[in-house]
């Protein structure tokens, strides 16, 4: 009995261990472009910052995934992406960084979707409705996220997109 009582002791104790304060993530804008379609956006960022090893350096944990995920809506900035009804997203992949100034470059396809249903449905937006939406926006805001499963999700700090660069990229795209 006593064993067991110094056993739940210790597992509680473990339990309030307190993770190590993650580094704030900063990414820079480097150009727009138009995707493989008239529906994506191509995004080139950097970063001083690995963002496809970030877990891995920082606390030698197994990273799940990233993606880079950009407002629509009114309200520029976001805390959670679940709770965005219109968003852009898309996953990203390193590209070769000679030369530049940020140590890391990154290229995101990104596609459009709104949710409807109350948020249960994700719908695909076409760009006709994205420039709708773009021209009433001056910037949007784009933040990276990645998770491990002892941290949950992380995010980036936020990474301003001119609206009117997204337009000119679709625009150019159609022509």
């Known amino acids: 009995m006593k064993s067991l009582f110094v056993f739940l002791t210790l597992l509680l104790c473990s339990s309030c261990t307190k993770q190590p304060v993650l580094p704030?993530?900063?990414i820079d804008l480097i150009s727009v472009?138009?995707?493989?379609?008239h529906s994506s956006l191509g995004i080139k960022f950097g970063s001083k910052t690995d963002l496809l090893n970030f877990f891995q350096d920082?606390?030698?944990?197994?990273?799940l995934g990233e993606s880079l995920f950009c407002s629509l809506d009114k309200d520029v900035e976001f805390k959670d992406f679940d709770k965005l009804t219109q968003y852009l997203v898309g996953d990203f992949v390193e590209l070769d960084s000679s030369g530049s100034k940020a140590e890391h470059i990154y290229m995101a396809k990104l596609s459009s979707f709104k949710k409807e249903d109350e948020g249960v449905s994700n719908i695909f937006m076409p760009a006709s409705e994205l420039l709708q939406v773009l021209g009433q926006r001056n910037v949007i805001s784009c933040k990276v996220f990645t998770s491990a499963y002892s941290f949950g999700g992380y995010y980036?700090?936020?990474?301003?997109?001119?609206?009117?660069?997204?337009?000119?990229?679709?625009?150019e795209k159609r022509d």
Request: proline residues 3%; aromatic residues 0%; without cysteine.
């Open 33 to 37: 472009s138009g995707g493989d379609d």
């Open 58 to 63: 920082v606390t030698e944990e197994s990273q």
């Open 24 to 26: 704030v993530i900063d």
């Open 156 to 171: 980036s700090k936020s990474m301003l997109i001119p609206a009117t660069d997204i337009v000119r990229a679709i625009q």
